[in-house]
């Protein structure tokens, strides 16, 4: 069975070109636009990992974090922030994921991070 990700991002080339690199490497996707649909898709299945976007256009990613892992539903899944901002100390600071990625970002780095969170 696949190891499930969850992607959270506004911009759709971002959104696309993550899940095109995460399905070549043979996991499954399911892809968010915003805060409302990836709470949605929550309700359905719990995911292996979620890769979030700081900034959407109904909330932000560090506050998703947060409630994420103040849960001890969802505490476990490892979280990897993006984002296109380089104050990454801030964020560190607002949130416990265990990984952060600035856009743009080297494709081969991105995958070998999730790989060691979600190895296939």
Partial sequence: MKKCIYVVEDNPSIREIIEFLLTEELYEVKSCRDTKSFWHQMENQ??????????????????????????VKTYAIPVMMMSANNNLAHVKSKCTAEDFINKPFDLNDFAKRVEKYVPN
């Avoid at 560090?62 to 994420?68: E, G, N, P, R, V």
Wanted: net charge negative; proline share 8%; with cysteine.
């Fill in 46 to 71: 719990k995911p292996d990992m979620i890769i979030l976007d700081i900034m959407l256009p109904d909330g932000n990613g560090i506050d998703i974090c947060a409630k994420l892992k103040q849960n």
